[in-house]
DNA sequence: TATGAGATCAACT
DNA sequence: GTTGATCTCATAC
C-alpha cells in the first residue's frame, strides 16, 4: 500500500474542470468515516448552474475566498450537500461532491444513515452528508485539517465523464465525473452501447 | 422499472 | 410566492 498522500490548498487551487476529474478515486476522510471519491461535478462561476453565478451571497460566500474550503449548504431544505471550493483566491467555483465508496467507518454511517446496504450509504450527495454527519456547522473548514482530511488517489483510475444531474441551468455541459463501472455512484454513467450494466 | 408527491428552507423575484 | 446542485416512499404498469 503507498502511503497517503494530504491533498492541501495547493491542490485545490486550479481550475475545477482539471481538479473535478482528480478526485476521482481519491480519498475523503471525516471524523473517522469516510471512502473513495466516486462521483463529483464541476460548478464553475460563469457557469448559470453555480451557486455563485449571481454574485455573492451569505450562502454562498466561502467560494468567493481563497480554494481549499468547504461551501456546504441546503438542498431542498432537507439535506445537506457538500462542495470544495476551487482555483485561485476569489474566483468562485467548486467541486460538488457527490458519492463516496464507503470504506472507513461503516458502523457509524448505518448509524447515522439509518440503513444497512452499502450500496445505498453514500451514493448521492445528501446521502453522503448525513452518513458523514457533515452540516452547516462544517462550512467553511479548511479541508486539510480535522475534520477533514482528503488523500491522493493511490494510481490511475478510468474516469467517465456526463453532463451533470438534477439542474435546470447549463444542462449540457458534460462536468460530471465519476470511476467508470462503480456501483457506488449516485446514477450510472451512459455506457458504450452493449455494455450497459443491468440490475 | 417508472413516475409522482411530500418533506422543508434559503435565496431570489 | 416560487424555485431548487435531493431523497424516500407509495403507487402504477
Known sequence: MPRPVLLHQDFFARSVHVVAPELIGAT??????GGTIVEVEAYHHTDPAAHSFNGRTGRNAVMFGPPGYAYVYRSYGIHWCLNFVCEPDGSASAVLIRA?????????????????EERLLCSG???LCEALGVTDKHYGLALDQPPFAIFARPGDVEVAVGPRIGITKAVDHPWRYGLAGSPFLSKPFKSPAGTARRR
Do not use: D, N
Open 125 to 127: 450527495p445528501g446521502r
Open 100 to 116: 463516496l465508496e464507503p470504506t472507513h467507518g461503516l458502523a457509524a454511517m448505518r448509524r447515522r444513515r439509518g440503513l444497512t
Open 28 to 33: 475523503l476522510m471525516f471524523k473517522g468515516a
